[in-house]
């Protein structure tokens, strides 16, 4: 007979081995990927005007992630070249991070990120959020904090967008039966 301790472990397993499988891209070509997007784009220092409208878009699109809000806020935050990485995705071009936060607004109730501040260094931009998602299908709403890196175009739209947050308890633990494996994992450790 099978303990429940084995069966755990069994599932924890499963649940790695799962993950893994449903990667888009090896560990190391993320990085790679990441490190020839900080050499390759541009730094470019907005002024304090610019850099105000270029905040205020950021925090305008991620404020309430809707499909209007998507359609109609995305041409204007985001370059046409952007390069696009949240941890769970990489994304190149506006209408590949379109069509990421259409399909996103299908699986949540709500996405709805306040930003906390601000702080530059040359042309990066570091800006400090918290976010509230509520899947459907979900009694709770997770709340996950995070860091996205952001550089900007002439015109104030991102070419840059690499987020730094904990995808495990902001996503990964909401999800059925693997979110119930991840933080059993967690009590382990």
């Avoid at 900080?38 to 309430?64: C, H, M, N, S, Y």
């Avoid at 809707?66 to 390069?83: H, I, M, Q, S, W």
């Avoid at 996103?104 to 990066?124: I, P």
Wanted: hydrophobic share 45%; glycine share 8%.
């Amino acid at each position: 007979m099978v303990t429940k301790m084995k069966l755990f472990a069994i599932l924890a397993i499963l649940a790695a081995i799962a993950l893994a499988g449903c990667a888009s891209q090896k560990k190391d070509e993320g990085f790679a990927n990441f490190q020839s997007a900080e050499q390759t784009i541009p730094k470019v220092e907005l002024g304090a005007l610019e850099k105000e409208a270029a905040i205020k878009r950021f925090e305008d699109f991620f404020g309430d992630i809707t499909v209007e809000n998507v359609r109609t806020k995305a041409p204007g935050l985001f370059a046409p070249d952007v390069y696009f990485n949240d941890t769970l995705k990489t994304l190149h071009g506006r209408d590949s991070v379109k069509a990421y936060f259409l399909k996103t607004t299908e699986h949540a109730e709500f996405v709805r990120a306040k930003v906390v501040d601000v702080a530059q260094s040359g042309g990066n931009y570091y800006v400090r959020w918290v976010m509230d998602v509520k899947f459907k299908g979900s009694k709770e709403t997770s709340q996950t904090i995070g860091v996205t890196l952001l550089r900007f175009d002439r015109e104030g739209r991102v070419t840059l967008h690499q987020d730094f947050w904990d995808s495990a308890s902001g996503f990964y633990e909401h999800l059925p039966v693997l979110g119930g494996v991840m933080r059993w994992i967690k009590s382990k450790i």
